[in-house]
């Protein structure tokens, strides 16, 4: 079970786009992650005449490190770190470390 998964709300900590926010839309096996809106840089593409693909300058979203993010929590409205419980019922839960309040997914 990973404590960031795909569709979460977090906040930048670190870097060139510290403080932004955005949601997850995809997870690698890498530890990296791709937030929306963050960390988008220019890139120089080449047109493709076969696959359709106009040449030019373009936005790209590149991936940032899961250590770079923090959960935001919705009562505080700011990052906080994420943890797990154990229920009763066997099930293993993610919780928020300042409250202990389960992550909603």
């Known amino acids: 079970m990973r404590k ?9 900590i670190t870097g060139k786009d510290k ?12 530890g990296k992650i791709l937030v929306n809106g963050v960390n988008v840089v ?18 790209k979203t590149m991936p940032l490190e899961v ?12 990052g ?6 154990l229920l009763e019922n066997g099930d293993k839960i993610r919780v928020f470390k300042s409250n202990g309040e389960p992550v909603e997914a």
């Open 80 to 85: 906080d770190r994420v943890g797990f419980k």
């Open 67 to 78: 250590s770079n993010v923090m959960l935001v929590n919705p009562a505080t409205g700011k």
């Open 19 to 30: 403080g932004r926010r955005g949601t997850i839309s995809q997870v690698f096996a890498n």
């Open 4 to 12: 960031l998964r795909k569709s979460d709300e977090v906040v930048v």
């Open 42 to 59: 220019k890139k120089h593409q080449k047109p493709n005449p076969t696959l359709g693909v106009a040449g030019g300058i373009v936005d």
